[in-house]
């Protein structure tokens, strides 16, 4: 959970504290997802699909629906 503001801003500040790492970001609101993806290119955004009629993230790398997409995109990007 990240507190106001563009979650880019947040995002951003983790991605300095570890440069060497992947950084996976997850979030259910189309807009959200896109304006972190577009802020930060390198960062891996999915976007969670849980509900049906949910509007789709237009830049998101992948949609999940549970948590278990979740595991296998990380295991499939880190190559675990």
Partial sequence: VIPGGPK???IRKIMR???????VFVDDTPEVVDEAKRSLPALK????????RIQKSVIADARITDFIGLERIIKKNLRL
Avoid: D, E
Wanted: hydrophobic letters at 35%; zero cysteines; aromatic letters at 6%.
């Fill in 45 to 52: 955004a999915l976007q969670m699909t849980r509900r049906r």
């Fill in 8 to 10: 880019s801003q947040a």
């Fill in 17 to 23: 504290v570890y440069p060497q790492q992947s950084v």
